[in-house]
């Protein structure tokens, strides 16, 4: 991992080759969550937690098991 790594930020993903299509920050029952959606040609990928760090992360670990 580079020296400026930031969990919170999606840099390493685009990186990557992904594009950040939706990025959403929402409240339901009083609180607060985040909402990712990227994308890289045909596939699609989504995380959401309290943290965009959670959410990214969510992201990471699914890219990492996937094929």
């Not at 920050?25 to 045909?42: C, I, P």
């Amino acid at each position: 991992m580079e020296q400026n790594y930031n969990p919170s930020s999606p840099d390493d993903l685009r990186k990557d080759g992904w594009t950040v299509a939706v990025h959403n920050d929402y409240r339901l029952n009083g609180k607060s969550y985040t909402f990712w959606l990227l994308t890289k040609g045909e596939r699609c990928i989504k995380g959401e937690g309290k943290t965009d760090k959670e959410a990214l992360d969510e992201i990471r670990e699914k890219l990492k098991k996937s094929p």
